[in-house]
């Protein structure tokens, strides 16, 4: 990816209409359209990657496949998802990070509250992580739903509006999975919490 690609938040194009004229631009064989829709999504797709991933050359391969994909969507004609464009472009994201992790985890789907607390004291991310070490390692420790909800919203940093049309449920039920995944954070990085909280 380049190093000139803009921060969100930079001037360009983030409303709806320009995204989807831009998607339109892009799908006709505008390179310079092309180039900024990359420069608009490629480091919030990566960020989300690596977050996910904690490896940053699987997180630049998914990156490179996710636009890859949707190069050839755009230019043979079969994007449909016109006015969703983040919410598609994020799910195909999302499918090529659950491949992933299919493939080389051996891990369990689900880790239970119980285990995630106990996971606080044995592993080594929490006993000598810096603040960052600690924080990737204890959303690892999530169960993968938590952690897809925090990765959208925190590493893609889209609005719960958006999510909802990734995962398919309403807002208002990610709004309240949000809520208890930042709870299990909570109990994680800061025991103190968990023993005012049984007090």
């Known amino acids: 990816m380049s190093r000139d690609i803009p921060e969100r938040g930079q001037p360009g194009v983030s409303d709806s209409e320009g995204i989807d004229a831009l998607v339109a631009q892009a799908a006709s064989g505008d390179e310079k359209a092309w180039a900024e829709l990359i420069g608009q999504y490629s480091r919030r797709v990566y960020a989300l990657s690596r977050s996910r991933l904690h490896d940053p050359h699987i997180a630049e391969e998914i990156t490179q496949s996710v636009f890859v994909t949707v190069f050839q969507q755009l230019t043979s004609g ?6 969703k464009f983040e919410a598609w472009l994020f799910r195909i994201a999302m499918n090529r990070v659950r491949d992933h992790v299919r493939r080389t ?10 285990a995630i607390l106990e996971a606080r004291s044995s592993n080594e991310w929490y006993q000598n992580g810096d603040e960052t070490d600690r924080l990737r390692g204890a959303i690892q420790t999530l169960p993968e739903s938590d952690q897809e909800i925090l990765m959208l919203r925190h590493q893609a940093g889209m609005e719960f509006k958006a999510i909802s049309s990734v995962l398919d449920e309403p807002v208002g039920t990610l709004l309240a999975r949000h809520h208890r995944a930042l709870g299990k954070l909570r109990k994680l990085l800061d025991p103190a919490s968990v023993t005012e909280n049984a007090s």
């Open 78 to 83: 079969r994007y449909q998802a016109e006015n």
């Open 105 to 114: 985890s051996r891990l369990p789907s689900h880790v239970s509250e119980k």
